[in-house]
Structure formats: C-alpha cells, structure tokens
C-alpha cells in the first residue's frame, strides 16, 4: 500500500502560502479546502487562487470542494490545473457525468462523503472514481476532533475498492495526527489530509515526514 500525506493549507498562513507550501517539501501534494458559505457554514477561496498556486508550485494540487451545485463548479478547478478535483456526493445531482468530465479535463475524479453518509449506495460509482475522501469530522473547519466512528466505513469502503481492484485511492481527512493515523492505516486508508498537525508546528516538514513514516510502518 503506497501511503501519501497531503497536507491542507487550511491551517497555514494563508497570506504567505507560497512560502508556506515550500516549508513542507516532503508532501506527496498539497490538499486545498474550497468552501462556499453554502455547502459549509465557511468560506474560503475560489478558481483564481487554486490559478495563483498552480502558476507558484509544481506539487500535486489536492482541491476538496465543500460547495453546492458541484456539479456546475468543479470542471473549473481541473481546467485550473488542480490534478486531483473532489467534489461531495451530497452536492452532485450527476455523479457519473461530473467524475467523467474531471477526467476528461486530466484530472483524478474523486468522490467525497460526509461522516454520516454510508458508502454502499455508490459502490457501482467507483469504477468511475480515482479516489474516495471519507470526512472524520463534519466538513467546514479545520482542527476539529477525529471520529472514530467513521473508522468502520473506512473498513467497509476498502473491502469494496479491493473487491472491484483497480488503483483507487482512499482518503482520510479530519483530526488526522500522530494520534490517530495508525488506526486509519489499520483501517485501509492509504491518503491522509493533515492540517493544524502540520502547521502547527515548528517544522512541518518534519510533521509530514513522521506521520509518513508511522504510516508506512503499520501498512508495511
């Protein structure tokens, strides 16, 4: 199991972000946390800056879209240059048409779900995905409390991906930290958000490099 660490920039600096992105060079990519006002009661940045930070970095650009009409906005953020564009089961009227568009844009087409939205009811979706996001916590801000309860799903949602084969990733995001990485692992996730655990620190570089390596040390 190939384990990546993408760290949000949610909890960094956000008026400094080139220098922010730079201080964790370690990161398999950088996860960006688009948020509407509506989707979630937060709001952060839209298409120009995901175009500021893509013309800015070459790392892996991770957009999770905690917006409404999904369906409508998410095509923009591949055309941006976003290699990886989420968008929340909840907020798509059309699934099927959204992930292929994605695709057809270049992009990796992932599906992401609310701590309390089951998994089995898009298991015939993931064929059409590159990726599954699992929130364990409710999506809108960052450094809440890991749930655990989210932790059976993730159990469920990998023995459906290793059913159907294929390299679909499995991503975790909310609460991720040295605490509770290796319980995700344990779980079968293999791609973790980690913010204010990263940017928190002193080093967050060396964050990502330690959750990295206790990751790996329980997947191996």
């Not at 972000?17 to 989707?39: Q, T």
């Not at 998994?119 to 995905?129: H, R, S, V």
């Not at 949602?157 to 975790?172: N, S």
């Not at 996730?189 to 080093?203: K, L, M, N």
Request: proline fraction near 5%.
């Amino acid at each position: 199991m190939g384990i990546r660490i993408t760290p949000s920039i949610l909890n960094a600096e956000l008026g400094g972000l080139n220098a922010e992105i730079a201080r964790v060079p370690s990161a398999d990519g950088v996860h960006l946390d688009v948020m509407d006002n509506h989707f979630v009661p937060n709001l952060t940045f839209g298409v120009p800056m995901v175009e500021s930070i893509r013309r800015n970095t070459t790392k892996f650009l991770d957009v999770h879209l905690m917006i409404a009409q999904a369906d409508r906005w998410a095509p923009a953020y591949a055309e941006a240059g976003a290699e990886s564009v989420t968008f929340h089961i909840e907020a798509s009227d059309a699934p099927v048409k959204l992930a292929r568009e994605l695709r057809g844009h270049g992009a990796r087409a992932s599906m992401a779900l609310r701590p309390a939205t089951p998994i089995e009811p898009y298991e015939d979706l993931l064929g059409e995905l590159d990726m599954v996001l699992l929130m364990t916590v409710e999506p809108g801000f960052g450094g809440q409390k890991f749930l655990d309860l989210v932790l059976p799903k993730i159990r469920r949602t990998r023995k459906l991906l290793d059913a159907r084969g294929g390299d679909i990733w499995l991503q975790v995001d909310g609460g991720v930290s040295a605490e509770t990485i290796e319980r995700c692992v344990e779980a079968g996730a293999d791609t973790f958000v980690a913010g204010s655990a990263v940017f928190s620190s002193d080093d967050p570089d060396a964050v990502v490099r330690a959750l990295k390596a206790q990751a790996e040390g329980v997947a191996s």
